[in-house]
């Protein structure tokens, strides 16, 4: 018998993790809901770090996290991460990941990137060659369905190979998440299609909880103009060119300097929150923000803080005019807790990435998503391989599981109910929200739940998107049970009815499910 160790996740942090646990002894099974790294918000990142290396010790790089989450972090693995992250990162180096790290608090791995819009895929392609090198087993096309839950803890996972339509089933000694965030509940976000929010609906159906999934990141700019992709646009651009209202004012700008940052790039570390909820709130009033492309000089564009700020290969002939921007959803500071190892509160269950709570409070600082990953996966995958039991069984077929909707010919669309749910989560839990909008939010779910009836499954991607419905779903009403909860603002969350930030909420929201029924509460938080 041997450990088996099952990665549910291949972005970033779960090509980490398995590479880790395949490099300390276990035999690793990683499932890639299509192809490893690419689908993933790491492949589709800028590429940047941000972590204590030379000027910048552990301790500043602790206080610049603390601070930026509006001092709601654990403790415990914000610590962790602060002390841990440059021997982490200098570890994936030694892998054969190319990654530049300087003696300012950044690192980057641009350097091997395909293209300016996928600044971590290169990082993932490698991370993928390591991971088969050390002889990870990777199942691609592969949507986990459900942990198996024994008297000792997690037993195995079940999935299904959604091109094939048969399901499966492995015994596993552990099993790690890496499911990324929940992203594609909006219409507007970032994330790649896949992001869907699996690992939330994993581990709540297990009996685990989630923590802050009110705090949900919205980049400030993003591309709105018909014809441009729905993309982040770096704050950093406003150290180049104009950023304005409909009157030509450079409002944005003028803010942000008021706010004490002396640049778009230092408001794009530290600010992202207030400016999101700023531009918001100045879109929701019937205003416009509008990226003057038409002052972008050859210049200009040859500077690599440019590139990496509008991400994109703008042709000359679409620089004639402005184009409007508007905050785009961008990343989950909430999901699963973990302790320093990547744990979770059920035994032989670690997690990693975005897919976890704790660490980021209630704004992600810039840069840290990525140092998570790899300072979480890392340590996620040698606890796993260390800490599992030897375990029998082999992979065997199973029959397909119930699903969220039941599937009958002649049945609703999953592309189409998957996209009448988007909207609900969009225009109620965007940054600003309230009481009265969040209650009807989690009204329109139920109706649309009761109302969607079975699906109809025609092709293999229509059956991935019905075995996605169930993460989408769980996704937005944690979303919603956290937001309403909540009456305060604090980081990310604004909350119109409740504008000020409030001591006696320096607590975070536990979400968990029972019998379909999502409950709310508050408790203390790790110092």
């Known amino acids: 018998m041997k450990k088996r160790v099952i990665v549910i996740g291949a972005g970033g942090a779960g090509l980490t993790a398995a590479a880790a646990a395949a490099k300390d002894g276990a035999d690793v099974v990683l499932l890639a809901k299509t192809g490893p790294g690419n689908a993933s918000c790491t492949a589709y990142s800028g590429g940047f770090f941000s972590l204590a290396s030379g000027s910048v010790s552990p301790e500043d790089h602790l206080k610049q996290v603390f601070e930026t989450g509006r001092e709601v972090s654990d403790g415990d693995l914000l610590r962790t ?152 646009v770096g704050l950093g651009i406003l150290d180049y060119i104009p ?37 918001s709130r100045h879109e929701k009033n019937g205003g416009k923000t509008l990226l003057h492309v038409e002052k972008l000089s050859e210049e200009m564009l040859s500077n690599p803080d440019v590139r990496s700020s509008i991400m994109l290969d703008i042709p000359a002939h679409r620089r004639n005019a402005p184009v409007e921007v508007s905050p785009v959803q961008h990343y989950f500071s909430g999901g699963i807790p973990i302790d320093g190892e990547g744990r979770t509160d059920l035994p032989g269950l670690y997690a990693c990435g975005e897919v976890t709570g704790g660490v980021d409070g209630a704004s992600r600082m ?44 002649g049945g609703t669309s999953p592309s189409e109910a998957r996209e009448r749910l988007r909207a609900i989560s969009s225009k109620s839990l965007g940054p600003c929200r309230n009481a009265g909008e969040l209650r009807s939010c989690i009204e329109e779910i139920g109706e649309w739940k009761s109302g969607t009836g079975p699906l109809a499954v025609k092709t293999p991607l229509d059956l991935l998107h019905a075995l996605e419905m169930k993460g989408l779903a769980v996704t937005a009403q944690a979303v919603a049970a956290g937001a309403l909860t909540r009456e305060e603002s604090r980081g990310v969350h604004f909350r119109e009815d409740f504008p000020e930030e409030c001591p006696g909420w320096k607590k975070r929201i536990r979400i968990s499910l029972e019998k379909d029924t999502f409950s709310a509460v508050r408790e203390d938080i790790h110092s």
């Open 81 to 232: 991460l602060a002390f841990e992250c440059e021997g982490a990162l200098r570890t994936l180096c030694s892998w054969g990941v190319a990654m530049k790290i300087n003696n300012f608090g950044r690192a980057a791995v641009r350097v091997s990137s395909p293209s300016e819009i996928m600044g971590g895929a290169g990082m993932t392609s490698e991370l993928t060659r390591i991971a088969k090198a050390e002889g990870v087993s990777i199942l691609s096309d592969c949507a986990a369905t459900r942990l198996l839950i024994g008297d000792k803890g997690v037993e195995g996972v079940e999935w299904v190979e959604w091109r094939t339509g048969k399901a499966r089933s492995c015994a596993a000694s552990a099993v790690i998440l890496a499911t990324g965030g929940g992203g594609r509940i909006y219409t507007r976000t970032d994330n790649p299609a896949r992001m869907t929010g699996d690992g939330y609906a994993l581990a709540l159906e297990s009996g685990l909880g989630l923590v802050d999934m009110e705090y949900v990141q919205f980049y400030p700019l993003g591309w709105k103009t018909p014809g441009y992709p729905v993309w982040m």
């Open 366 to 409: 810039g840069g840290n998503a990525l140092t998570n990953i790899v300072t979480f996966g890392l340590r996620a995958g040698r606890a796993a391989a260390a800490e599992a039991v030897p375990c029998g069984g082999e992979m065997s077929q199973i029959a397909m599981p119930t699903l969220y909707f039941p599937v009958r010919e």
């Open 243 to 279: 950023v304005t209202d409909g009157t030509g004012r450079e409002f944005l700008k003028e803010t942000i300097l008021s706010w004490g940052f002396s640049s778009g790039k230092e408001a794009n570390y530290f600010g992202r929150d207030k400016t999101a909820i700023f531009l």
